[in-house]
């Protein structure tokens, strides 16, 4: 991986945190927007510091067998905050 992707991928980083934190203090309505900038951060870190453009079809797969799994997990979590 060159020098220029992986700047360019820590400046999106920053770039996306900042917007969340933004977000998250001066509009605290829209705080459901900063989930999607927290995805959008896993996903950038998942396409070019894990490079899983570059693996097997297998490894792809199992990388999204893992988020699925998360994703049930904090779902669940949330669901039994949210009903107590």
Known sequence: MSLHTLLLSYLGLLALLGANVLLALWLPAWSSWVLL????????????????????????????????????????????LLTR
């Not at 097997?56 to 979590?77: D, E, P």
Request: net charge neutral.
């Open 37 to 80: 900038g927290a995805a959008g951060q896993a996903v950038l870190v998942f396409l070019s510091f894990i490079q899983l453009t570059q693996h097997s079809a297998l490894v792809r797969f199992f990388a999204l067998g893992a988020g699925f799994w998360l994703l049930l997990l904090f779902s669940l979590t949330l669901a039994d």
